[in-house]
């Protein structure tokens, strides 16, 4: 069974940082793209940051600067470094993983999502 489990999520003060994983198990060979959303209460959900399979990444304006996203040593895990962090960023941040199986075939999978905090 194929899972995408993010973590490191918490509570921070405003400046502070945290680095989010992004880490997908099961029958797969390695994350092909990878973007990290989020959702504050009573908002839809955003695009913070992606990369592609060719490692191309963009950012939300809101977050360029302060948020990196990067892919892991192993080829199942990706993470959001996130540095000077503000009330704003409040939200609860998804990962969504695109996965690549044997003969090639990929597919979207989300994480359950981890929450982010940032409050004095």
């Known amino acids: 069974q194929v899972q995408v489990v993010e973590s490191g999520g918490g509570l921070v003060q405003p400046g502070g940082s945290l680095r989010l994983s992004c880490a997908a198990s099961?029958?797969?060979?390695?994350?092909?793209?990878m973007g990290w959303y989020r959702q504050a209460p009573g908002k839809q959900r955003e695009l913070v940051a992606a990369i592609t399979s060719s490692d191309s990444t963009n950012y939300a304006d809101s977050v360029k600067g302060r948020f990196t996203i990067s892919r892991g040593n192993a080829k199942n895990t990706g993470y959001l470094q996130m540095n000077s962090l503000k009330p704003e960023d409040t939200a609860v941040y998804y990962c969504?993983?695109?996965?690549?199986?044997?003969?090639?075939?990929?597919?979207?999978?989300w994480g359950q999502g981890t929450q982010v905090t940032v409050s004095s």
């Open positions: 099961g029958s797969i060979l390695r994350i092909a793209a």
């Open positions: 969504k993983a695109n996965l690549v199986y044997g003969l090639g075939s990929r597919d979207d999978y």
